[in-house]
């Protein structure tokens, strides 16, 4: 008798062990569960491109600077660096005892072959599908000394500091390898990628920066490709963390979670395409900028939850941010209909092409035809694939006009060259010669503040052109549980799990 | 007299309500479907009778004009449907020999494809939208039809007076629509009604996927996908839309059972 409780008490005993355990990692203080919403498109940093790959990605790699939390590039694999008074060279100073996850200290061979590849030097740098970073085509690299390397401009780059945060890689690997088995410097260590399932990443215990050394020590990005069912799991326990919830979900949220907010650098617009006849006229885009009231706009979408736009550029980055710009249309329904009447469209009517999978950009959408309706434009909607998207509205152009989003980035540059009329993928056919040279101005110029200078004069000139209809950027909203502390906010897409820790 | 079912009742009393509900949309709504009257998701009250959505707009009157697409949408596909199943039906079935063998191979081969899975396929060919999505389900209710109609005339057209008309010099085309189709109408009939069930149902499978009625306009099933957000929040959003394709897909399906058994108990 009792020898059969034994039995039975240990057939229990491992039932529960054997039956529970899979199920619930999360729940320990060493392990960490981030959903995610896509997979990565690749694992080499110099080929990935993807938002979704990069906020995974940035933890395990760095480049001889990498994105600190204001949005300024700091020194990582570099100590230090020093510019020539003409902004041509760069001298970077490699730190001492850098050395890649798998125990190889990192060389002035490495940083160059590394950024050698994405300038574009190697001959099937096309073919290998690597992606150029444009700041770097043209720059000569060179070893000096023991530890340090000299980049030669061949003219003045604004955004080439934010190019030194591309990833260094180890050159003495395959260069297959980088794709199967990333290696990098960061303070998280690739562990491995189960397609469609997660990404594994475990704690470098070698990083250079033992004040920045991660806290947890093993992580996961599952990937639900289904906000809804990564919201069950969050608050399931399965998952700790999840990043961009929607406005109608927080409120399902109970109190063991809490939800960080913050402005996250996006720019939202309804683009206009010049190339069609009405919105050719400045008298009508102005209209439609009259007629939208953003405010209100802003509280039914986003719970007001945003900041309202200007100009292509978010109050985030408030170095390069020119203030007051927003208020340069203050909703005014009369204004409207007397421009559109001036400019003899006054029964003016146009379609909006929005990307489906965007519900926030179609919800955007509906609520903008209701506010043009009230002066008297009528809106029709077109949902379109994201796939569509791409190839009829932003390659093809053959569309009137589109809501959607531009992430940030670090440097003022490659978020506002895409209104450039010489940008190759300038979609919006917007053109305009002040705007031009003011950008090139602010590329050409070395010293930050006249760059500044620069970029908000550009910003000017497209906020009173009515170039683009600028609408807001909405907050990033991440929940997480209440124990979970550190959330870092970047003004690029980047889920820092190194400050993450549980109490 | 016939006994009438509690089915044929239950149907016929939800469509009526229905097409109620439909022809006074029409004329009016206690609010316009694209306009904002509250703040969101507001429940159910006596202002608003199921309460605001997502964008604070009035969930009853867009429920309202959501059921225009679905007669529209039910009405035109089955329309559809039923004069080209009817045409090659009656073809297949009068000719007989080779010209039922191909035809009615056609019909089978569009039988393998699942109703959503061609009608996704012509949406993407051809374009979204409400037109594009009713006459993909309206081709997809052509073979259906058509084997009914098939059936119908290889049973009747061996009947004596078939070949009386035919003796006296009745032309072949009068013999298969005069002579002929009364007798298999009612089948069609029940297939029409439960035709118009399966097209409803497959309109709110592609507005969810957001291949169908475009926004602003509303539509149930584009409603149901912008309630699963917020399913647990505002619970009664998702029910609204959810409860309407179900009573109106429920209402054809049992109209369709009762007129069959009426029209069996002879």
């Keep these: 008798m009792k020898k059969r409780i034994l039995v039975v008490g240990l057939l229990l005993a491992a039932f529960l062990i054997f039956g529970c355990t899979p199920q619930t990692p999360a729940t320990s203080k060493d392990s960490l569960v981030v959903a995610v919403p896509q997979d990565p498109d690749f694992l080499d940093p110099h080929k990935a491109e993807a938002a979704g790959t990069k906020e995974i990605m940035y933890n395990v790699f760095e480049g001889l600077l990498k994105p600190s939390p204001d949005g300024k590039p700091v020194e990582a694999i570099a100590s230090a660096y020093t510019v020539s008074d003409d902004g041509l060279q760069y001298t970077f100073t490699l730190r001492e005892g850098v050395t890649f996850h798998n125990g190889k200290e990192v060389t002035p061979e490495d940083v160059i072959w590394s950024y050698s590849r994405i300038a574009g030097a190697g001959e099937d740098a096309q073919e290998s599908g690597v992606m150029i970073v444009a700041a770097l085509v043209g720059t000569k690299m060179e070893k000096v000394g023991e530890n340090q390397v000299l980049f030669t401009l061949s003219e003045p780059k604004g955004d ?18 980088h794709n199967v088995e990333p290696v990098g410097t960061g303070p998280y260590k690739f562990v491995s990628y189960n397609p469609t399932q997660s990404i594994k990443l475990t704690r470098f215990d070698e990083y250079w920066n033992k004040e920045k050394m991660g806290k947890v020590k093993d992580v996961e990005f599952r990937l639900f490709s289904d906000n809804a069912t990564a919201l069950s799991s969050l608050l399931a326990g399965e998952v700790d963390l ?83 710009l927003d208020d340069l249309y203050p909703h005014n329904v009369d204004k409207a209909k007397e421009l559109l009447a001036a400019a003899g469209e006054s029964d003016l009517s146009f379609t909006i092409s929005v990307p489906s999978n965007y519900e926030f950009h179609v919800h955007t959408a509906e609520v903008l035809a209701e506010q043009l309706a009230k002066a008297g434009i009528t809106v029709k909607i077109e949902q379109v694939e994201w796939g569509i998207w791409l190839e009829r509205i932003y390659f093809g152009e053959e569309y009137e006009a589109t809501v959607i989003s531009f992430v940030g980035k670090l440097d003022p540059h490659p978020m506002m060259q895409r209104y450039m009329s010489t940008y190759p993928q300038n979609f919006l056919n917007y053109e305009s010669p002040e705007y031009d040279r003011l950008m090139e101005e602010g590329l050409r110029a070395t010293a930050a503040a006249d760059r500044a200078v620069a970029y908000k004069a550009a910003q000017e000139v497209i906020a009173k052109d009515s170039g683009v ?5 909405p907050s990033l909203m991440t929940a997480h549980k209440k124990n979970l502390k550190g959330y870092t906010l970047y003004p690029i897409y980047f889920q820092d799990v190194s400050t993450l820790y549980f109490e | 007299m016939k006994k009438i079912s509690w089915e044929f009742r239950i149907g016929l009393v939800l469509v009526l309500l229905l097409l109620g509900l439909c022809i006074v949309s029409l004329f009016y709504t206690p609010y316009g479907t694209n306009q904002e009257v509250g703040a969101k998701f507001l429940p159910p009250s006596g202002s608003f009778l199921f309460g605001t959505d997502n964008l604070g ?98 049973q009747v057209k061996q009947m004596p007076y078939i070949d009386l ?46 291949l169908g009625v475009q926004p602003p306009d509303p539509s149930w099933g584009r409603m149901l996908k912008d309630s699963q957000n917020s399913f647990l929040s505002a619970p009664h959003y998702a029910l609204a839309p959810g409860l309407m394709i179900t009573l109106t897909v429920l209402g054809f399906n049992l109209l369709g059972d009762g007129i069959r058994d009426i029209k069996e108990v002879k």
């Design chain 1, 469 to 473: 209809i600028f609408l807001m950027d």
């Design chain 2, 165 to 210: 008309a035919r003796s006296i010099g009745v032309s072949k085309v009068r013999i298969m629509f005069v002579h002929i189709l009364p007798n298999i109408i009612s089948p069609l009939i029940v297939a029409a009604s439960m035709g118009f069930a399966t097209a409803i149902l497959a309109e709110a499978g592609l507005s969810y996927l957001g």
């Design chain 2, 57 to 154: 707009r009035d969930v009853f009157s867009r429920v309202m004009v959501g059921s225009q697409t679905v007669f529209l949408v039910g009405f035109v596909s089955v329309a559809i449907g039923l004069v080209f199943g009817v045409l090659l039906g009656s073809i297949a079935g009068f000719a007989g020999k080779w010209v039922d063998e191909v035809i009615m191979r056609l019909m089978d081969a569009m039988l393998s494809f699942p109703g959503i899975l061609f009608a996704l396929m012509y949406v993407a060919v051809f374009g979204f939208g409400i037109f594009n999505a009713t006459v993909a389900l309206g081709i997809m209710a052509i073979p259906r039809f058509a084997r009914i109609t098939r059936s119908g005339f290889i």
């Design chain 1, 242 to 324: 999840l990043p961009r919830i929607t406005m109608d979900q927080i409120d399902s949220l109970p109190d063991t979670f809490e939800v960080f907010e913050g402005p996250q650098n996006m720019i939202q617009i309804l683009g206009l395409n010049h190339a069609f006849p009405a919105f050719s006229k400045q008298e009508v885009r102005e209209a439609i900028n009259y007629a939208i009231d953003k405010d209100a706009l802003i509280s039914r979408v986003a719970d007001g939850k945003a900041a309202k736009l200007g100009s292509n550029m978010s109050p985030v980055m408030e170095f390069w941010y020119h203030d007051g």
């Design chain 1, 160 to 177: 080439f500091l934010e190019a030194m945060t591309s990833a260094v890689l180890d050159s003495s690997l395959e260069e297959a390898s």
